[in-house]
């Protein structure tokens, strides 16, 4: 079976952080590209940052850039979402996402986790 | 950045009825970059549709979709129960992929 599973998420104060981790099991995990996309309460889903199958290149929503870093451990088969300087907009659930083609190719998400709820409250 | 507009935002159908979900962007979505999601509370989203009209794997021919340019469309042929959900466009064809607000099919 394929799946993804988001952990780390819970409440934070603003201006702090939290690193998020993501499952992977049921395929290579080391083939494809891995997304995080965020959902907050009452909106639509935006995407969030990307990570290339081998880990070499990032692209970051100008949103969170400079402040939310990915990485992934193909050994461990664990994407990572480290989020620093937290602020209240960033409240939603997140969800890692695989990308539906190998190695590379357009953005768009077989495979979803179920998410992780993240809540940026004083 | 392309803005996705769905519409409607609920659709109130019964099971058996046809259902037809609306997605618009701002800017033309080159070679139809454009994908469906089903999404039910508590669930993993699913993908349903990409590239505008192919249907994901293990997605029932009841699900079609339709449209290019900036207009397209879902289209639900005979409602099953399991049909009721949340439904999102996804444009990954312009720089920066947009997600529409969604529209929810609720049963009648």
């Known amino acids: 079976q394929v799946h993804l599973v988001e952990s780390g998420g819970g409440v934070v104060q603003p201006g702090r952080s939290l690193r998020l981790s993501c499952e992977a099991s049921g395929f290579t995990f080391s083939n494809y590209g891995m997304h995080w996309v965020r959902q907050a309460p009452g909106k639509g889903p935006e995407w969030v940052a990307v990570i290339g199958n081998a880990g070499t290149v990032e692209y970051y929503a100008d949103s969170v850039k400079g402040r939310f870093t990915l990485a992934r451990d193909n050994s461990k088969n664990t994407l990572y979402l480290e989020m620093n300087s937290l602020r209240v907009e960033d409240t939603a659930v997140y969800y890692c996402a695989k990308e539906a083609h190998k190695y590379a190719g357009p953005w768009y998400f077989d495979l979803w986790g179920r998410g992780t709820l993240v809540t940026v409250s004083s | 950045e392309s803005v996705l507009t769905q519409s409607p935002g609920t659709l109130s159908l019964s099971p058996g009825d046809r259902a037809t979900l609306s997605c618009r962007a701002s800017?033309?979505?080159?070679?139809?970059?454009l994908a469906w999601y089903q999404h039910k509370p508590g669930q993993a989203p699913r993908l349903l549709m990409s590239g505008a009209s192919s249907r994901a794997t293990g997605i029932p021919d009841r699900f079609s979709g339709s449209g290019s340019g900036t207009d397209f469309t879902l289209t639900i042929s005979r409602l099953e129960p399991e049909d009721f959900a949340v439904y999102y466009c996804?444009?990954?064809?312009?720089?920066?992929?947009?997600f529409g607000q969604g529209t929810k099919v609720e049963i009648k």
């Open positions: 800017q033309y979505v080159p070679n139809n970059y």
């Open positions: 996804q444009q990954y064809g312009v720089s920066v992929q947009t």
